[in-house]
């Protein structure tokens, strides 16, 4: 059974920054590519970025775009996300999301088979 669990997410002061983490058990995780979505209250869930299961391809979109990072550590079968001068707007719940296996990095919810729980971020201005 696949499980993805997500942690890290807490309350954060605008301009701070936060890394959050998905645990990945009962898939061979180096061959899934992972992604990272969000979703706010009242809003639909928005990709927010993505790593390929091989060579390490990352995608952003440009909201997040040179703040965000994701990497991912294939030993401990996680995938990071790390933020860096967080804003009001980038509050929500936080999801990350496994697609594969050999499947190339996506970045519509629907490119993406297991979803974790999801950890609240929530930034104070």
């Known amino acids: 059974q696949v499980q993805l669990v997500e942690s890290g997410g807490g309350l954060v002061q605008a301009g701070g920054s936060l890394r959050v983490s998905c645990a990945a058990s009962?898939?061979?995780?180096?061959?899934?590519?992972m992604g990272w979505f969000r979703q706010a209250p009242g809003k639909e869930r928005e990709f927010v970025a993505a790593i390929s299961w091989i060579g390490g391809s990352t995608y952003y979109p440009d909201s997040v775009a040179g703040r965000f990072a994701i990497s991912r550590d294939n030993a401990k079968n996680t995938v990071y996300l790390q933020m860096n001068s967080l804003k009001p707007e980038d509050t929500a719940v936080y999801y990350c999301?496994?697609?594969?296996?050999?499947?190339?990095?996506?970045?519509?919810?629907?490119?993406?088979?297991?979803w974790g729980q999801g950890t609240q971020v929530t930034v104070s201005s």
């Open positions: 999301a496994a697609r594969g296996p050999l499947q190339q990095l996506g970045t519509r919810t629907d490119d993406y088979e297991y």
């Open positions: 009962g898939l061979t995780f180096r061959r899934f590519s």
